[in-house]
T-cell receptor, first 113, second 114 residues
Framework: KAGVTQTPRYLIKTRGQQVTLSCSPISGHRSVSWYQQTPGQGLQFLFEYFSETQRNKGNFPGRFSGRQFSNSRSEMNVSTLELGDSALYLC????????????FGSGTQLSVL | AQSVTQLGSHVSVSEGALVLLRCNYSSSVPPYLFWYVQYPNQGLQLLLKYTTGATLVKGINGFEAEFKKSETSFHLTKPSAHMSDAAEYFCAVSEPQAGTALIFGKGTTLSVSS
């Protein structure tokens, strides 16, 4: 079974631009969640999608958004990038939700210049 | 509101020594508790989790953790450290009854010396 796949692996953007990150969950997993990891703030929950609906949301500004497609693949979008958005963005999937074992991708390393 | 505190951002042990990584949580309802490990340049991997029932939970790679409600703790232990255990470890909590999201601690980096 293929694991969680995140693309791209690395991204470099400039302030003010927007970016879209992609996550393909393990086949059969319906829950996809996103996390931001930085040295200062650690690992922070962004949001969770289940059956194409956002089910949980962390404390991030509206510039951070996401969506899930009918095949459970998910995208995360960050608009009007700021320097502080530079981070490793991790995606995780599970069968039903956050209370189960999460399977993480290797992440997308975003650098904002 | 739930929160997680991992005491000690860095822990160093010798190979063969006991590993103890500390995690304390706050939660208004019975929590689910997790330990994840992250190796360099990789995503996180679940070591073990506590939901209900037996308070001593055994995980992969010889790790175990004990849920102590009176101390609001969920410390991770391993009797004998191996070089391959060097990684960053995250404790996390969720509150399924309250429907809240997963909250992670800041992480503890474990170094193992020979």
């Amino acid at each position: 079974k293929a694991g969680v796949t995140q693309t791209p692996r690395y991204l470099i953007k400039t302030r003010g631009q927007q970016v879209t990150l992609s996550c393909s969950p393990i086949s059969g997993h319906r829950s996809v969640s996103w996390y931001q990891q930085t040295p200062g703030q650690g690992l922070q929950f962004l949001f969770e999608y289940f059956s194409e609906t956002q089910r949980n949301k962390g404390n991030f500004p509206g510039r951070f958004s996401g969506r899930q497609f009918s095949n459970s693949r998910s995208e995360m979008n960050v608009s009007t990038l700021e320097l502080g958005d530079s981070a490793l963005y991790l995606c995780a999937s599970s069968l039903q939700g956050l209370d189960e074992k999460l399977f993480f991708g290797s992440g997308t390393q975003l650098s904002v210049l | 509101a739930q929160s997680v505190t991992q005491l000690g951002s860095h822990v160093s042990v010798s190979e063969g020594a006991l590993v103890l990584l500390r995690c304390n949580y706050s939660s208004s309802v019975p929590p689910y508790l997790f330990w994840y490990v992250q190796y360099p340049n990789q995503g996180l991997q679940l070591l073990l989790k506590y939901t209900t029932g037996a308070t001593l939970v055994k995980g992969i790679n010889g790790f175990e953790a004990e849920f102590k409600k009176s101390e609001t703790s969920f410390h991770l232990t391993k009797p004998s450290a191996h070089m391959s255990d060097a990684a960053e470890y995250f404790c996390a909590v969720s509150e399924p009854q309250a429907g809240t999201a997963l909250i992670f601690g800041k992480g503890t980096t474990l170094s193992v010396s020979s």
